[in-house]
């Protein structure tokens, strides 16, 4: 049972405009949501955060969107670069477990 | 500051092989230790993890094992790989979920 879901395998985007990836989560009792990206053979990096208690947390180009009612959150990319070419996974926590359950990644491409 | 050491980076074994992955952290003391495997539209599939040291908790049956010998050392393990345990293993660590984990770069494994 996929606990975190990310629909969308993949997304492709031009240099400059917007990238939206999305994410979708079951377990209501998860109260911190993370980014991560991962290149190609190496192991992800955290990219941003967002407790339960806020629907929005910024960081330079990155913004992350919570919507608990929806259990949806979206990673928001203002300008996409093409280093920002990667897998980006999303990942929840219910801080008493103190694990992190990871979605299946969305592969964004940016294009000149 | 803080590193975590994973090797090899690289490994092709035969089905039926034992297998033995070391994960090492430093620079922290007491963190909590993962095992994680990318597998091809799986996302990231936490297999293992550990909150001290002989503390093992398994989130899938599977045809591997984990032990952590020492604090900051943590094994993932098979008496014979199967075809199906070819992945990409991460290991992690963390001090809690709240600031997130920090991957080691890899072991790309190929059981042929």
């Known amino acids: 049972d996929q606990q975190v879901k990310q629909n969308s395998p993949s997304l492709s985007v031009q240099e400059g405009r917007i990238s939206i990836l999305n994410c979708d989560y079951t377990n209501s009792m998860f109260d911190y949501f993370l980014w991560y990206k991962k290149y190609p053979a190496e192991g992800p990096t955290f990219l941003i955060s967002i407790s339960s208690i806020k629907d929005k947390n910024e960081d330079g180009r990155f913004t992350v969107f919570l919507n608990k009612s929806a259990k949806h959150l979206s990673l928001h990319i203002v300008p996409s670069q093409p280093g920002d070419s990667a897998v980006y996974f999303c990942?929840?926590?219910?801080?008493?477990?103190?694990?992190?359950?990871f979605g299946t990644g969305t592969r964004l491409q940016v294009f000149p | 500051s803080q590193t975590i050491h994973q090797w090899p980076a690289t490994l092709v074994q035969p089905v039926g092989s034992p297998l033995s992955l070391e994960c090492t952290v430093e620079?922290?003391?007491?963190?909590?230790l993962y095992w994680y495997r990318q597998a091809a539209g799986r996302g990231l599939q936490l297999l293992f993890y550990?909150?001290?040291?002989?503390?093992i908790s398994s989130e899938v049956p599977q045809n591997l094992s984990a032990s952590r010998p020492q604090d900051r050392q943590f094994i993932l393990s098979s008496k014979k790989l199967l075809l199906s345990d070819s992945g990409f293993y991460l290991c992690?660590?963390?001090?809690?979920?709240?600031?997130?984990?920090?991957f080691g770069s890899g072991t790309r494994l190929t059981v042929v």
């Open positions: 992690a660590w963390s001090v809690n979920s709240l600031v997130g984990y920090t």
């Open positions: 990942a929840a926590s219910a801080l008493v477990t103190d694990k992190l359950i």
């Open positions: 550990s909150v001290g040291i002989g503390q």
């Open positions: 620079g922290t003391s007491n963190p909590n």
